[in-house]
């Protein structure tokens, strides 16, 4: 089966993928809910934020191709950068739930042996299993923008240079994150507390711990980015025509 030629990019069955889309947040939310129902405490309800934030650049990157099939030849390259920059902006949201597992890491188990059984042992596995759900589906949900965007940069441009930006972006992202989880900043502040945050950010480029999370991470979602790629390219397999 060949590849679809660039300019004929669409979104297949939107709804189905809408369809899909909502039921695994859903499942997310589910389990969030019944985790409160168990524990009796909404002290994990800071995943549903994040992933909701997670949201955000799959939104923006739909925005963006919407935008780009319409053929506003005048405004597509200028929109184009625009919205590549706005997507940038909120991109680490979608992979950050995963550095949440530090609060596990420091929880640990109610006991000494790893495979000792008993409730409140479970109520960890639960969280394990439940934010494992949360960062894969936000974490997918990143890389499905990262290949919208992907397309776009490579139909307005060249592919060479849509490659350098998909890895920029992936790079530029794991040191989001790095903001996030260890300066506590978040896309929102680049908006409301601008100075501040682009100041911490110059600040901390070249910290030897910035660019140790950023080189492991960044080789994370570059690594994710290329499988989903790969597999989106050539191992989907052609419907027969009835």
Request: aromatic share 18%; proline share 3%.
């Amino acid at each position: 089966m060949g590849a679809w030629p660039m300019s004929e990019m669409r979104l297949n069955t939107p709804l189905k993928s809408l369809l899909l889309l909502v039921l695994a947040l859903s499942i997310c939310l589910g389990l969030l809910g019944l985790r409160y129902l168990f524990h009796r405490h909404a002290d994990q309800s800071f995943l549903a934020w994040n992933l909701f934030l997670g949201l955000i650049p799959l939104l923006v990157s739909f925005v963006a191709l919407l935008i780009e099939r319409q053929n506003w030849k005048l405004f597509r390259k200028t929109t184009l950068v625009f919205f590549s920059v706005l997507w940038l902006v909120f991109f680490p949201n979608s992979s950050y739930i995963f550095t949440d597992f530090i609060h596990l890491i420091r929880q640990g188990l109610n006991s000494d042996n790893p495979n000792a059984r008993g409730w409140a042992n479970m109520l960890v596995w639960f969280d394990v299993i439940m934010r494992s759900l949360f960062a894969f589906v936000g974490h997918f949900m990143g890389l499905a923008s990262l290949y919208v965007m992907h397309h776009l940069w490579k139909k307005e441009g060249s592919r060479r240079m849509a490659w350098i930006l998909v890895g920029f972006s992936c790079w530029a992202a794991a040191y989001g994150v790095f903001m996030g989880r260890f300066l506590r900043w978040s896309s929102w502040h680049l908006f409301t507390h601008p100075q501040a945050a682009l100041t911490d950010i110059v600040v901390n480029l070249a910290a030897p711990d910035a660019l140790a999370f950023s080189f492991i991470f960044g080789t994370f979602l570059a690594v994710s980015y290329f499988f989903v790629y790969v597999f989106k390219k050539h191992l989907f397999i052609a419907k027969e025509p009835s």
